[in-house]
């Protein structure tokens, strides 16, 4: 029996649904989604299976120009995830076409990218756009790169994702596959755990949401009734956010808790305890280990790099 196995990358602006599309594709939420842009902080690998081959999907930060040492770091370890990557799959969002943003990254796959990597186009969010409109915007983006492929998506709903999993898997090398084929991420279970509890901050606090917060996860113990007790810290940069993060009288906190605990309970399959703290650090953002936890390199994130 002849194996295939290999990387896709996703990648795209901020918001496009990579991770959406990772979870569809996996079967299982292992990255977490939001209306907000930059949700995703750094690569996350989630395996799909397609007959004989194994697809390894990696998930990146959205694509922008970049600002802040978080920000740099963020979207050098995207580019990194792209390079490494068998296919590469860019995202762009049909509402919104060949944004200056999407044109950016065009210019970073011819720039940063070895000749001849293959590239895809899936063009995401068909469910917001009128038939038409995709003909020319189809036109428009492989005018403007060769693509070897375009799909048209809705990673929501999952219209054309199937015909997109299948043409991926006949592109992946022969070869043994990568990860046990029951495994789904290969995100240690703590780093799950802190993104489920930002995911849930970010989705309670709207607008409000400090872009200065990071969770960890400080502690986590199985114990021997078969539940799992896991200490987590939000940090935060100022007083203030801390104020906004706990809510009047602690109830945005507790209401964070209580759907995070869910969450990571089914994720589990049993019973979590789930302990926050919120912790004001001002200088967070220059912690080296700040970004390992997250999965980044702190050099990335220098302005000289
Ligand atoms: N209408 C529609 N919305 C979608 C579709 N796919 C994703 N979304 C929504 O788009 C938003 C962003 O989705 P994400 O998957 O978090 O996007 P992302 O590209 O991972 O974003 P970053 O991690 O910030 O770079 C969410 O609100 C999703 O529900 C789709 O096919 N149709
Ligand atoms: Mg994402």
Known sequence: MTT?????????????????????????KVSIVT???????????????EGESQIVFVDTPGLFRPR???????????????ADA?????????????????????????DRLPQGQKVALAINKIDRVKAEALLALTRQMNEAYPFAETFMISAERGHGVDKLRH??????????????EDQLADLPLRMIAAEITREKLTLRLHEELPYQLTVETENWEDRPDGSTRIDQVVYVARDGHKGIVL?????????????????MSEFLGHKVHLFLQVK????WLEEPE????????????????
């Open 280 to 283: 004001v650090r001002p200088k």
């Open 35 to 49: 209306h907000k842009v930059q949700t995703t902080r750094t690569r996350i690998r989630g395996v799909a299976m």
């Open 68 to 82: 802040r040492r978080l920000d740099r770091a963020m979207v050098a370890a995207a580019w990194t995830g792209a």
């Open 4 to 28: 295939k196995a290999g990387f896709v990358a996703l990648i795209g602006e901020p918001n496009a649904g990579k991770s959406t599309l990772l979870n569809r594709m996996v079967g299982a």
């Open 247 to 263: 809510g009047a009288g602690g109830e945005t906190i507790k209401a964070v808790g209580q759907a995070a605990r869910a969450e």
């Open 86 to 110: 068998d296919v590469i799959l860019l995202l762009i969002e049909a509402h919104r076409g060949l944004t200056e943003g999407v044109q950016a990254i065009l210019d970073g796959l011819r």
């Open 167 to 180: 043409w991926l898997a006949e592109q992946m090398p022969e070869g043994p596959f990568l990860y046990p």
């Open 290 to 305: 700040r970004y390992s936890e997250m999965g980044l390199d702190f050099r990335d994130g220098n302005p000289e790099a």
